[in-house]
T-cell receptor, first 114, second 115 residues
Framework: DQQVKQNSPSLSVQEGRISILNCDYTNSMFDYFLWYKKYPAEGPTFLISISSIKDKNEDGRFTVFLNKSAKHLSLHIVPSQPGDSAVYFCAASDPGGGADGLTFGKGTHLIIQP | KAGVTQTPRYLIKTRGQQVTLSCSPISGHRSVSWYQQTPGQGLQFLFEYFSETQRNKGNFPGRFSGRQFSNSRSEMNVSTLELGDSALYLC??????????????FGPGTRLTVL
């Protein structure tokens, strides 16, 4: 039973346009969410996070939106650049009682086309 | 500040063998978490060690075990290897428990192939 789902295995976006990556979760105890970016042959690197007390967090070109009622979060990248081509993982944490560390989605492969 | 290092980077084993992977966290970090990444299952949490004690454990069989030393370096062991254990094993370090609101820093991973 996947508690964090990224339903799009891949996404292709033109350079300069907006990239929107989506993530859904089922565990209502999750209250902290993170996005990681992963290039081939490298470990994931932290990108941006959001606490459940917020509905938006922005960092430069990256914005994460959280809709708690829908148990949905999204990562917006504006404008998209060639270096953004990577696999993006959504992760969730249950700090209050989680014994399972971070729960990750399966990832979305973002391809930025020139 | 040096990042998280993992050795070896690549490993080929045969079914039934055992394997030990090593992870050195960022200096000063006391938490080391291990993850398995496969194309079908994505990133799955194995376990977390903090101050030499296993604090959290994912849903993996007992063939997967680990330990942490007093210098925070961690090893992960897989016994009686199966073909399905072929994966990228990632280690991540943080300065507090990973299940809290801190973020983790990942190593490059060890690519294990079981033949």
């Amino acid at each position: 039973d996947q508690q964090v789902k990224q339903n799009s295995p891949s996404l292709s976006v033109q350079e300069g346009r907006i990239s929107i990556l989506n993530c859904d979760y089922t565990n209502s105890m999750f209250d902290y969410f993170l996005w990681y970016k992963k290039y081939p042959a490298e470990g994931p690197t932290f990108l941006i996070s959001i606490s459940s007390i917020k509905d938006k967090n922005e960092d430069g070109r990256f914005t994460v939106f959280l809709n708690k009622s829908a148990k949905h979060l999204s990562l917006h990248i504006v404008p998209s650049q060639p270096g953004d081509s990577a696999v993006y993982f959504c992760a969730a944490s249950d700090p209050g009682g989680g014994a399972d560390g971070l729960t990750f989605g399966k990832g979305t492969h973002l391809i930025i086309q020139p | 500040k040096a990042g998280v290092t993992q050795t070896p980077r690549y490993l080929i084993k045969t079914r039934g063998q055992q394997v030990t992977l090593s992870c050195s966290p960022i200096s000063g970090h006391r938490s080391v978490s291990w993850y398995q990444q496969t194309p079908g299952q994505g990133l799955q949490f194995l376990f977390e060690y903090f101050s030499e004690t296993q604090r959290n454990k994912g849903n993996f069989p007992g063939r997967f075990s680990g330990r942490q030393f007093s210098n925070s370096r961690s090893e992960m062991n897989v016994s009686t290897l199966e073909l399905g254990d072929s994966a990228l094993y990632l280690c991540a370090s943080s300065n507090i428990l990973a299940a809290t609101t801190d973020t983790q820093y990942f190593g490059p991973g060890t690519r294990l192939t079981v033949l």
